[in-house]
């Protein structure tokens, strides 16, 4: 199993940029698929980005490819989230996922993938 904890969150106005942070417990790190998600309140939770367990293959939500990276540093046993040109729409709890898929390669883009779960992480943009 595994235990991941998400921090990096806050407070930012519109246009800014924030680095989400998600440190994962345990030495096999490197053989979990991680992935990000948001929930704003009143709305489902939704998928904003995925990396594979080798860190070759990343996936985005069509409305944050332009703004959002995701990166994982196998060795600190961390996955990041760059995200910059914040908009007020993008005001949610962030949470962090992870899985371990047989591939090296696979990215996991649902929810319903994803076994473990951070506590979540708020940021709020301002206008």
């Known amino acids: 199993q595994v235990q991941v904890v998400e921090s990096g969150g806050g407070l930012v106005q519109a246009g800014g940029s924030l680095r989400l942070s998600c440190a994962a417990s345990?030495?096999?790190?490197?053989?979990?698929?991680m992935g990000w998600f948001r929930q704003a309140p009143g709305k489902e939770r939704e998928f904003v980005a995925a990396?594979?367990?080798?860190?070759?293959?990343?996936y985005y939500a069509d409305s944050m490819k332009e703004r959002f990276t995701i990166s994982r540093d196998n060795a600190k046993n961390t996955v990041y989230l760059q995200m910059n040109s914040l908009k007020p729409e993008d005001t949610a709890a962030y949470y962090c996922?992870?899985?371990?898929?047989?591939?090296?390669?696979?990215?996991?883009?649902?929810?319903?993938?994803?076994?473990?779960w951070g506590q979540g992480t708020q940021v709020t943009v301002s206008s």
């Open positions: 996922a992870a899985d371990n898929p047989f591939s090296s390669t696979v990215v996991l883009t649902t929810s319903d993938e994803y076994d473990y």
């Open positions: 345990g030495r096999t790190f490197r053989t979990y698929a």
């Open positions: 990396i594979s367990r080798n860190g070759g293959s990343t």
